[in-house]
């Protein structure tokens, strides 16, 4: 298997402009995680499904974070407008139902915000 | 979940035995203790999680005190690609949170 995919693997853009981060889960798994890693805050959750449905959305900094999981196999994590300080290394993770605690971690989106 | 204390930094020689100690004086009777660590510009990766009795894997070992308040991780012989942040973790077994809670965890050096 592949393990998680996550692209791009680095993103550098304007403060105001739109970011899409992309996840594809390791197949068969049944829950999907997306966290952010700073140096002043370490890893932290932002949002999890199960399902493909959102089950604990309450990490999400602010409404300008967004994510949706359209099927069993992709996700996504939008910010809109980005500001510097959501400068961070975003993680996506999957997991199965039966091992939520033994998830797998993608290599990470690198986001800078100019 | 519960929390866990561990050391920031530990230090270690290539080709010995590494323990990494792990404090979780809360932890309920239905927590299971996770290791993962996370590498130089990687994800987190898993390690090794157990319940009460000592547990092996190919990467490592899990001591678990008697009383369950503490743990070790044990890499038997050290190598330069185990330097890493090596985080402890609690998770409720069949609880309703999907997530995991990072401490800060312990940063190993391994010196050649």
Same mark, same amino acid.
């Given at each position: 298997d592949a393990g998680v995919i996550q692209s791009p693997r680095h993103e550098v853009t304007e403060m105001g402009q739109e970011v899409t981060l992309r996840c594809k889960p390791i197949s068969g798994h049944d829950y999907l995680f997306w966290y952010r890693q700073t140096m002043m805050r370490g890893l932290e959750l932002l949002i999890y499904f199960n399902n493909n449905v #959102?089950?604990?959305? $309450?990490?999400?900094?602010?409404?300008?974070f967004s994510a949706k999981m359209p099927n069993a196999s992709f996700s996504t994590l939008k910010i809109? #407008? $980005?500001?510097?300080?959501?400068s961070a290394v975003y993680f996506c993770a999957s997991s199965l139902a039966v091992a939520r605690g033994t998830q797998y971690f993608g290599p990470g989106t690198r986001l800078l915000v100019l | 979940d519960a929390k866990t204390t561990q050391p920031n930094s530990m230090e270690s020689n290539e080709e010995e035995p590494v323990h990494l100690p792990c404090n979780? $004086?809360?932890? $309920?009777?239905?927590d299971y203790i996770h290791w993962y660590r996370q590498l130089p510009s990687q994800g987190p990766e898993y390690v090794i999680h157990g319940l009460t009795s000592n547990v092996n894997n190919r990467m490592a070992s899990l001591a678990i005190a008697e009383d369950r308040k503490s743990s070790t991780l044990i890499l038997h012989r050290a190598t330069l690609r185990d330097a890493a942040v090596y985080y402890c973790i609690l998770r409720e077994y069949g609880g309703s949170q999907g997530n995991l809670i990072f401490g800060k965890g312990t940063k190993l050096s391994v010196k050649p």
């Open positions: #959102p089950i604990d959305d $309450s990490g999400m900094p602010e409404d300008r809109q #407008p $980005s500001e510097p300080r959501d | 979780h $004086s809360t932890i $309920s009777g239905t």
